[in-house]
């Protein structure tokens, strides 16, 4: 059985996903992060980084929220969530991770914690600015790639879309959020409706009333 080190809403939320849609059985684990848990001596012996989340794998411990995800992916070929080996989408499948993670994800958690980005505390609010315009930047382009799809790689969802969900979630509160984008709006609501974000989002205690 799967286990899973996660906190709601935190970067465990797309392996979460991932879980509920392959239907297999896992085990939550909750880090107390409000009280630094993922920073103890016992958490460190799983996952070095210090960060959520953390995957065991019949005894193997893994971190870093993408490659949990690719690894679950590819452990269940038959979920169809990464195209196989030799089909094309496969490149984009992994350019639309990489994406997400290193440059809308990274960017993200600049906008988050502009603190730990600059040792002049008069330009915070500086930082949280630029990072807006940044970030707003990438949703238009995600935005324009879905003008005609209902998934970002080929005919069916994939461990991208799952992952940007998450993404969305955390951006929603930007002035102008994911869900201010029609084509990003329409693609997300339908994601929505899937079993897998309705029960994960159940758990996490996320209110998914603006995607309906």
Partial sequence: ?????????????????ILE??????????????NNEQKSSKYLALNPAGRIPTLIDDGLAIFESPAICVHLAESHPTSNLIPKIGNKNRALFFQWMM????????????????QKHTTDVKSVSSIVTAQEIRITAMFELLNSE????????????????????MLAVWADELTKPPLSFNHLARYLRGLAKRDAIINVCRKEKLSLADYQ
């Fill in 21 to 34: 849609d392959l239907g297999v059985d896992f085990e939550l684990i909750t880090v107390d992060k409000k």
């Fill in 99 to 114: 994406y997400l993670t290193n440059t809308v994800q990274a960017e993200l958690m600049v906008y988050f914690y502009p």
């Fill in 146 to 165: 879905l003008e005609d799809r209902d998934f970002l790689i080929g005919q069916s969802i994939s461990a991208c879309d799952y992952f940007l969900f």
């Fill in 1 to 17: 059985m799967y286990k899973l080190y996660y906190y709601p809403l935190n970067a465990s939320m797309a392996p979460h996903f």
